[in-house]
């Protein structure tokens, strides 16, 4: 009996699939013979078919598990552990043979085929990804010719073909072994044979060594030659091997960059907003595209005394992190997290009292801030099967914040080996927001990090401003503006990194966006004189304050709890996708 080998399935929910079964590529028949003028031993050729395969073809099952390598090794954090990956094609592509090789169908453009599983892995990866344009993706179908090349050059690894075609040998003269001549019936045998079999043994005895040596030396030479293709073949390979990675590496900085929420405040985030003469802890509960800039937030407190929501522009908020939560003013909750609280048995205490109850709800924002901050939870996951070991998804709350692919991150404690002195202007263009079976409970960020460039870096390391994440790329361009010779760009420092939770400070926020509401007339002041060179927006960082991890959450509502009205809602956007039970 066959050994059997455990897969972890992944399953690609979105798809731009255009392949609707059988009968998408129909079997055209082959056109009525003509009758020929004169007789031909011609046989006329047919046309090559698409011949669907079954989900049971072995040639099939190959590439299933062949996409499985490809993908984990360019999307789990630890490709060489658990598992390996078997993945099932999206709805709307289908593998077909056509004059012996296997070609995928399914592109929104019927004749474009992939034709190797490094070419299908490229357009998979960019389907599990949060963008909605085809130039964001590289494969061979979708970008420039660039492109293609890169997966031209993939091809060469394929299994479908040989990596290297063999040497082809020297031309050799032709031997020629007589045969001698059957014998006709009723006449004597031929003088050939006669002069053949009277050779002396000794002649003969001195060809056969003769014949040995020279088959030995073909051999040895034969030999030679086959050790001689090896080695080039595993130099050609190990240059080929390079070649492709540099060529990924390079692919890996061009892929564009998108982001579907707004750059500054988004629903569901916790904010400050001013309050008379006061700044109050609220979450932003919906938003109008009509009026950019107004937000309706939601006071935190408790539940047991309602609080109404308030309309507020962006200069009457801040973000989380730009001022730090005072200490409770009520010793007794000093020690204790918001859930540890019996609130109900508070406000009765507080009750008759206005001042101090309003003195306990002030305290109930506090601490619930806290609990929000020290919080996360997952939305919107890109893979469809919730029991396979990693899991995508396109953002997360993190602490106060609303994250997404695409955003730019503020970034602490970074891995030893990337060997980066300081963290101050280093910030991570998110690709992966994703959880993995082997941690339960952790959360982790993947993607490029950037630096901001010394005045003497070479200019070939630059990352050209375009291929920039985009708020990356609006802090680029405005200090580009202002004062071109203060802005010297940005070099990458690590591609695909991994962070934990505890290594992501809290989001980015370009420099033009956030200062005019955290200290307008200094920045102003600053631009008129054209010197923005140490405008910089200084933030806390998350869970930098007193509290306690709580880790992953259901979604933003459960993780608000009683710390809102019973029946509070969210006016998240369609592409925010909240989980709404546990599984």
Known sequence: MADLKEFDVVRVARSDGADTGPGYWPVTAPAPKKPAKEPTDKTPRAKPQMIRLADDDPRFVEWKVKLGIILKMELSPNPDEGNSWFVEFPRGYWPYEKSKHIWVSGYPVKSKLFKTPQEFAAHLIWLLSSSKEYKDCCCVHCNSPSAAKLAASMDETTSNTPTLLPAKPEKMALKVTPVPLPTIPGQPPSKQLETATAVPAAQVNTEIVAAAQAQAQAAARQQQQ?????????????????????????????VGWSLQSPILFRVGEQVWFQNGNTWRLGIIASQNPQ???????????????????????????????????????????????????????????????????????????????????????????????????????????????????????????????????????????????????????????????????????????????????????????????????????????????????????????????????????????????????????????????????????????????????????LGLEPFVREEMRRA
Not at 227 to 251: C, I, K, P, S, W
Not at 455 to 468: F, H, I, K, N, R
């Open 226 to 254: 086959q050790q001689q293709q090896q080695q080039q073949q595993t130099t050609q390979h190990a240059e080929l091997q390079a070649r492709q990675q540099a060529a990924q590496a390079q692919q890996q900085r061009s």
């Open 291 to 569: 009026q950019p800039g107004v937000h309706e937030l939601m006071p935190l407190g408790s539940a047991l005394i309602p609080q109404q929501n308030v309309a507020k522009q962006d200069k009457d908020m801040r973000p989380f992190q730009a001022f730090s939560v005072p200490p409770v003013a009520i010793q007794e909750l000093s020690d204790k997290i918001f859930d540890e609280i019996p609130w109900p048995e508070k406000f009765r205490e507080y009750g008759a009292d206005a001042s101090k109850r309003d003195l306990l709800l002030l305290d109930a924002s506090k601490m619930a801030a806290s609990k929000v901050d020290w919080s996360n939870s997952l939305w919107s996951a890109m893979s469809e099967d919730v029991q396979a070991k990693t899991i995508t998804y396109y953002g997360c709350f993190l602490g106060a914040e609303r994250i997404e692919v695409g955003d730019c991150l503020r970034v602490r404690n970074l891995p030893a080996e990337l060997s980066i002195m300081s963290e101050d202007m280093v910030v991570m263009g998110l690709r992966f927001i994703y959880t993995s079976g082997d941690f339960p409970g952790a959360v982790f960020f993947r993607g490029t990090l950037y630096q901001r460039a010394d005045p003497g870096a070479d200019p070939s390391t630059l990352v050209p401003m375009e291929q920039l994440p985009i708020a990356l790329r609006d802090e680029s361009h405005w200090r580009s503006q202002v004062q071109p010779a203060a802005f010297h760009g940005w070099v990458i420092v690590g591609d695909g990194v991994r962070l934990k939770e505890k290594s992501i400070r809290g989001r980015f926020y370009p420099t033009h966006r956030v200062m005019p509401i955290l200290n307008p007339a200094p920045f102003e002041a600053a631009v008129a004189r054209r010197q923005i060179e140490d405008q910089h927006p200084y933030l806390n960082s998350r869970m930098d304050g007193m509290g306690r991890y709580l880790g992953r959450r259901l979604n933003r509502m459960e993780t608000l709890g009683a710390s809102v009205p019973a029946g509070a809602r």
